[in-house]
Structure formats: C-alpha cells, structure tokens
C-alpha cells in the first residue's frame, strides 16, 4: 500500500508511529466516533449500549459514562418500547433502516425530532451482532420550517382578504356610481327634457345638455360595470365571461372566442373575482399589443374541481415572453398579475414570442371555505 494514499489523510506522513499501525487506526476511528457531529452509539441484543459518543450523550442529557453499559430501557424508559421495537426489527430482519423520522418529548427541551438510522453489524456467520445507530437532532430544522409553512399560510390568508377588501371596495363605488350618480343625471335628463318642451326657443342649447348628460350617463355606467359587473356576482364566473366577451366584442371590435368548460362548477367569489380580473387584463393587452382582431378564451376545471384554468391566447404579434416590464396600468399588468396569482397558491405561465401570438395560462386552487374572509 502507497503512503501517499489519499484515504489516509493528512496525518499519514505527519510522524505518528507507523501508518499502518493498527493502533494508530484504532484511535483515529475512536477520535472520529467521539466527536462526530452526529450521535452514533452501538446496542446489543439485550438492547444494552455499548458504545456512545458525545453527540448521543449531549441529545441524552448525561454523559457518555452514563449511557456505556446501561440499557435502552434504564437510559430512556418512557420511549423504550418503541426503541426495542424498531432495534428488534433489525435484529430480526438484517436490514438496515435510514433516515427514520422520530418525535420525542423531553420534560425539559420540550417536543424533538430525530432522524435515525438503524444499521445491522454482521458478526463472522453474517448473523446480526448489534445495530449501530446515526441519530440526528433535526429539531430546528423542523421548527424552521413549521414556521416558514405558517408564515406562507398568513401571507396567504392575508392575499385572500386583500382581493376580497378590494372587490368590496370596488362594489361600493360601482353601486355609488350606478345608484347616486347615474340616477342623478337621468333625474336632470328629466327636467331638461321637461324645459324642451316648455320653452323651445332654448331648443338647441337644451339639446346639447341633453346630449352630455347621455353621454355622461353611459359614461357611469361603463365605469360602474368595468369596476364591479353584477353579472360577476349574480351569475358567477360563466356568465361573467360571457358577458366580458361581448363587452369587447362591442367596445374594441375583439371577436372572443369562448370556450367555456367551468360546466357550472362551485367556484368561490374570491377565484371567480382573480381569474375574471386576469381574462379581462390579458384580453384588453391583446387589443392593445397584439394587433389582431380576435383572441380566444379557454375556462375549465382542474384537479376534480380543486382549481380552475383560465388561458387567453392571440395570434397577434407577440413579444419576448421573458419580458413582462410593461407600464401595467392600473395596478393589473402581467407582472402584478403573477404575484397575485402566486399569493393565492396558484400559477401563471406566458408563452409568447416575436410574430408567434401569445398565450397566457393560469391557474388558481378554488379557496376552501376557511380560506374566504369574514365579510
Ligand atoms: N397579447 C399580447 N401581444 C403582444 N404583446 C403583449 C401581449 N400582452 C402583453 N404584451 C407585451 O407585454 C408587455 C407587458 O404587458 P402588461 O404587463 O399588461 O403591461 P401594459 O399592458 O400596461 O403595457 C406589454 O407592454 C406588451 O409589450
Ligand atoms: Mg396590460
């Protein structure tokens, strides 16, 4: 054997008796077993330790004196039965077991976790000697992670209500437009209309008052539909689109293509309100970038009816789907709309490119009923 063999280590050249010295291996394998990181400890089949390292003895709370020579059953009794249980199978099986995950609770350090293989020494016949153990004192890890999961679910919790606060809010003003507003100006309509008749001498000047309080009208009620269409509430997500498509269809001269598989799924107002929110985003981008003059809508149920898709694709001109920087006006482009669909669990995915049309799908979970915000 070569001295400079890398196995070896360092220390192989360094001075310290011969190389291949059994002594020296003995030690350097005791110097390695005490102070891994890991506890590592060794049990007979009495269930007896016979070895034990410091890691083991620190995860026990006594020292390793206190741990050599004593059984599983007088260093732990409260866990015992499921520690004889789980070393017995290796002793019965031969079979080593990695990685098992194990709670325990300590009076003192409170709940703890462990992740701890079980590893068979096989004696000179191959029959099992001992188990030799790794335990792994995953607790932090755990608790961090607990804590990242519960610090997810607020952030969720808190993206729910936020779209909900905002589509009551939006509600609010669409009904104080439609409702103050809009009859306001029929009620003056009205009395124009009335003065027409009495005194047709102003007939052209009352006209055109006429005229801008029509024109105002509509203008109320666009606005109050584009904030918050009844259709979206009465009817749900289906009717929604229907209604969104001919919208287009009128105002832009968008020809939409429908096609509509939600097939009267229970989708909560929450989803219905993101998913109609984005289609009428994603539709108003292809009558503005796009430069075609149609665009096609797809909706259906996803997961047994755990989430719902929505996808919007155009043949128009395209554009780098990496590049999402656009202005985004009023606070929905496609960039807002990704953090917003990602808050909300779901996902969101734009491919497009130069000349090749583009097409936008996302999908949402549907909001279990504790998801919904008390209104
Ligand atoms: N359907 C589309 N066809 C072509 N380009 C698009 C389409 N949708 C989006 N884009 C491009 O992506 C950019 C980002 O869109 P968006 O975030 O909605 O912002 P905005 O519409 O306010 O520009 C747009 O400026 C445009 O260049
Ligand atoms: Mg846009």
């Known amino acids: 054997m070569s001295t400079n063999d890398p196995a070896r280590g360092p220390a192989a050249g360094a001075g310290l008796s011969r190389p291949d010295d059994d002594r020296h291996h ?18 007979d089949r009495s269930f007896r330790y016979l ?7 620190k ?15 007088e260093c732990l009794p409260a866990q015992a039965d499921a520690i004889e249980a789980a070393i017995e199978r290796v002793f019965r099986t031969g079979e080593a077991v990695l990685a098992d995950e194990v709670r325990r609770f300590d009076a003192g350090r409170g709940p703890s976790v462990y992740l701890i293989d079980r590893i068979p020494l096989l004696g000179e016949g191959g029959e099992v000697v001992g188990v030799h153990m790794h335990i792994l004192d995953i607790t932090e890890q755990r ?3 607990l804590a990242r999961r519960a610090s997810e679910e607020r952030l969720r919790t808190l993206a729910n209500e936020l779209v909900l606060a905002e589509e009551r ?5 669409a009904e104080g437009l439609h409702e103050g507003c809009a009859q306001l100006l029929t009620a003056a309509a009205f009395k124009v ?49 229907r209604w969104l498509a001919g919208d287009l269809r009128e105002r832009f001269a968008l020809e939409v293509e429908l096609d509509d598989r939600l097939a009267g799924g229970a989708i909560d107002e929450r989803t219905s309100v993101i998913l109609f929110r984005a289609v009428r985003e994603l539709l108003v981008n292809v009558v503005k970038h ?27 001109r395209g554009f780098d789907g990496a590049d ?37 799908s996302i999908v949402v979970p549907v909001a279990r009923p504790a998801d919904e915000a008390p209104r």
């Open 193 to 241: 209309g009335a003065i027409r008749r009495d005194a047709p001498a102003l007939e052209t000047r009352l006209h055109e008052i006429s005229e801008l309080l029509q024109e105002a009208q509509r203008q109320a009620r666009t606005l109050s539909f584009e904030l918050s269409p009844p259709v979206l509430y009465d009817g749900g997500l289906s009717p929604a689109l």
């Open 26 to 43: 003995r030690l350097e394998l005791e110097t390695l077993y005490r102070t891994a990181p890991v506890g590592l400890c060794l049990v």
């Open 324 to 360: 999402l920087t656009g202005s985004g006006e009023g606070g929905f482009g496609l960039l807002s709309l990704r953090e917003r669909v990602c808050d909300l669990g779901g996902r969101m995915e734009v491919r497009s490119a130069k000349d090749e049309g583009t097409s936008v």
């Open 169 to 173: 809010e939006r509600r609010r003003l």
């Open 290 to 316: 796009a430069r075609v003059g149609r665009a096609r809508v797809q909706a259906g149920l996803e997961d047994g009816g755990a989430a719902v898709a929505v996808e919007v694709t155009d043949e128009g």
């Open 143 to 145: 608790r961090a992670e």
């Open 59 to 73: 995860i026990h709370g006594v020292p390793v004196e206190g741990i050599v020579g004593r059984t599983v059953r």
């Open 51 to 57: 070895r034990a390292n410091e890691a083991l003895a």
